[in-house]
């Protein structure tokens, strides 16, 4: 891989995870987002509706298909991700990658640990249906 490669990589991934934020409203932590205190330690939780309201799925390992996996997210099918909560705590673990198709196809970047998105108002969210632990983001 020459020079020019890595740098149209890096500045594709910077994209991505760019475009995941804004649509996300990705924030650092802030106590103002005291509904995402709902999420248990060690989840990465996602709601349909911005500020951590309407449904909620949560998760302490992968799942490569939201729809039909271990855990079941019923509404991911038909609505979006309007806020997003890795409240992850391995140290192995820092960032959660999101797919926007099952099997981890469609990479759409990753949520460090710690990292709230409240979403935006209006906002459409993301089509997201499977996501894994990364070692960093």
Not at 66 to 94: F, I, L, M, P, Q
Not at 120 to 136: D, I, T
Request: hydrophobic letters at 35%; aromatic letters at 8%; one cysteine or more.
């Amino acid at each position: 891989m020459n020079v020019t490669t890595r740098t149209v990589r890096r500045t594709l991934s910077a994209t991505v995870v760019a475009a995941t934020v804004a649509a996300l409203g990705l924030l650092a932590p802030s106590s103002a987002e005291a509904a995402a205190s709902d999420c248990p330690s060690g989840s990465l939780c996602v709601w349909d509706q911005i500020n951590y309201t309407g449904n909620r799925c949560s998760w302490s390992n992968a799942d490569s298909d939201w729809t039909s996996g271990t855990v079941k997210c019923s509404w991911a099918d038909d609505r979006n991700v309007k806020s997003v909560y890795n409240h992850g705590t391995s140290s192995s673990y820092e960032g959660v990658g999101l797919y926007s198709g099952a099997g981890y196809s469609g990479y759409l970047g990753c949520i460090g640990q710690g990292v709230k998105g409240p979403g935006v108002s209006g906002g459409p969210g993301l089509k997201v249906l499977s996501h894994k632990w990364l070692a960093s983001c």
